[in-house]
């Protein structure tokens, strides 16, 4: 797959999530986090099965074989969950917003440059830095105008 | 999961001790974020996206079910009383954690966070601006363009490596 068609699409997941995220904040006022969060997941694991059962060709390797922690990664979803619930009355959620984005590509860098967890190394390099720039100061312009309307 | 919509209804609070103590137990949670989707990447290589993808959802499932089966009874309206549309949530999840083990592999997980973030920033100032999906169309301001076009060339940039 070509990078920009590859960019696209992490582009429209990127909305899709805004998307889901929007739905679930309501579906949480109602029924509690908790309740909400397990109906995302089981009906998450039920559909994701049944494109498995009917779509996925084999693969040499299944989830049983592949070293144990490469399968920690939903506890770390869980307990950003829990941090959250607890947080962002506290802090605010735009405060807790930016604080997310800061730890997410401060790690994701590091992951990336140094190859952890059996990823490619990607080096930092000029451009990708000046990416992050253009994030950050975006982030500055979006709390700013945030703050205007309220 | 999060969305930089937030930022957008950001409400002022007090209580500025506790918001220092709490403040790096966040970003930690955003770090494990990464880490979340630095496991994903490798582990749908080996076993395929999809599995991947089952992997977080189901052990997902199963925390949050032990985690709700101890919490006590829920506040609130039974699940099978809610309007249907509100269920649709559980269906764009797998989308988006597809994606990210489809992606981190070829762009690398800082460049794949800076699009998704990109994503939903594009999204509510898009909807705001145009309308789309029956909702009412706000003026978006000047910062909010901006924002998005510093978004536009940071995007511009990963793809040219």
């Not at chain 1, 920009?4 to 699409?9: D, F, H």
């Not at chain 1, 401060?106 to 992050?132: H, K, T, V, Y």
């Not at chain 2, 974020?33 to 997902?60: D, K, M, N, R």
């Not at chain 2, 460049?111 to 145009?130: C, E, N, P, R």
Request: aromatic share 6%; glycine share 12%; proline share 4%.
């Amino acid at each position: 797959m070509s990078l920009v068609i590859l960019l696209a699409v992490v582009v429209l997941a990127g909305a899709v999530l805004s998307v889901q995220a929007a739905i679930n904040g309501r579906l949480g006022e109602s029924v509690g986090v908790l309740r909400s969060s397990l109906l995302t997941f089981v009906v998450g694991a039920v559909s994701t099965g049944l494109l498995i059962l009917f779509f996925e060709p084999a693969h040499a390797l299944s989830l049983l074989d592949v070293p144990k922690w490469q399968l920690t990664g939903a506890l770390f979803g869980v307990v950003y969950m829990m941090v959250m619930v607890g947080a962002v009355p506290v802090v605010g959620t735009a405060v807790a917003t930016v604080a997310v984005i800061v730890g997410q590509l401060g790690m994701g860098m590091l992951i990336d440059n140094f190859g952890w967890l059996g990823n490619p190394a990607i080096e930092l390099s000029g451009s990708r830095i000046l990416a992050m720039v253009c994030l950050g100061v975006a982030l500055v312009f979006m709390y700013r105008s945030s703050r205007q309307a309220g | 999961m999060q969305t930089l919509d937030e930022v957008a209804v950001a409400a002022p609070v007090k209580k500025a001790g506790l918001r220092l103590l709490l403040l790096p137990l966040v970003i930690l949670a955003g770090m494990g974020l990464s880490v979340e989707a630095g496991l994903l990447g490798p582990l749908g290589v080996q076993v395929g996206h999809l599995w991947a993808t089952l992997s977080i959802f189901g052990v997902g499932s199963a925390i949050l079910f032990l985690l709700l089966l101890f919490a006590g009874p829920q506040k609130g309206p039974a699940l099978t009383d809610l309007p249907r549309w509100q269920l649709i949530g559980g269906f764009l999840g797998p989308m988006y954690v597809v994606v990210l083990t489809l992606a981190t592999p070829h762009i690398g997980i800082a460049m794949t966070m800076i699009a998704i973030l990109s994503g939903q920033v594009g999204k509510s100032v898009l909807i705001d601006h145009f309308g789309w999906f029956g909702a009412t169309r706000k003026k978006v301001n000047a910062e909010r363009w901006l924002a998005l076009g510093l978004i536009v060339v940071a995007l511009v940039l990963i793809a040219r490596g």
